[in-house]
Structures are given as structure tokens and as C-alpha cells.
């Protein structure tokens, strides 16, 4: 299972899916491909939600799934473990 946040940016309203926590927790700052600005993941944080990757014998990828969203509490229970 992999942890994912969207954020959505300010100056033109594009959606940024991000797949490292650490990114969101440290606050950094990442630049939108389309104007340039940058901006701060946390304070923009739309959704986390889990995804679950399925892989056959071989390690290769044949089915993903989203089971759901996470809370913000759950989110932290969770990544404390
Ligand atoms: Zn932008």
C-alpha cells in the first residue's frame, strides 16, 4: 500500500498528485509544470488516500485500487506505526 496526496495549487487551480508523505509532512515547496509558481503542499492539501497495488508472481503490476480516503487522524495514526 502506498500513501498519496493531492494538492491543488492557488495561482491556476491545477492538481498535483504526490506520493511521498515526507514531502507533505516537511511542508516543501515543489514548482507547478504549468506556471511556475511554487507552492506549499501542506497549507494546499485537498486529499490522501490509500492505493493498493496488486502484482502477479513475476513483480509485475496487474490491478490497483483505491480502498479509500484517510482522515487527517487516521492518516497520522497510521504513519506513526
Ligand atoms: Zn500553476
Redesign the pocket.
Known sequence: MVGRSSVS?P??G?YYAETSWYAIELKSDIE?G??H?TFNTKNHLTARVMLRFTLDDKGKMTKTEMPGHISAKVFEAFRLR
Do not use: T
Open positions: 495549487l495561482q491556476c491545477r507547478c504549468s506556471c509558481e
